[in-house]
């Protein structure tokens, strides 16, 4: 784990997951985007204090939650989910698409990153354009 002090990735970055994972939680918490990390099975490992504040998702607790089914299922879909799959199986995993819908703002344009995760899963970083 690095210092907080420590200058925070741009959403941009191309080694963002790699950036990511060098900072200490208090610091991935200040991104001025979301964060989760999910284990190969779609665990919740890590999900981002700025992630819940940006999405509105609320305080519920979110680790050891099955992601696509338990805490996003409105993101079980081949648009997000099916994207994620396609690329694991390809052995691809850098993705960068849009989705439509956010716990707070159903309306509400979000980009997503999806990474490869340094100990297996992903890491999915989402931006929200407005």
Known sequence: MT?????LP???DPALAKRVEALSSEAVDRLPFGAIRLDDEGIVQYYSAAERRLSGSGE???????????IAPCMDNDAYRG???AARKSG????E????GDFEDRDRELT???????????????????
């Open 3 to 7: 210092s907080d002090s420590e200058a």
């Open 10 to 12: 741009d959403y941009d």
């Open 60 to 70: 519920l607790e979110r680790l050891g939650g099955k992601f696509f089914t338990e």
């Open 83 to 85: 994207r994620i799959e």
């Open 92 to 95: 691809k995993l850098n993705l």
């Open 97 to 100: 698409f849009t989705h439509i």
């Open 112 to 130: 997503v990153r999806v990474q490869s995760a340094a100990s297996g899963g992903v890491w999915i970083f989402m931006r929200r354009e407005r």
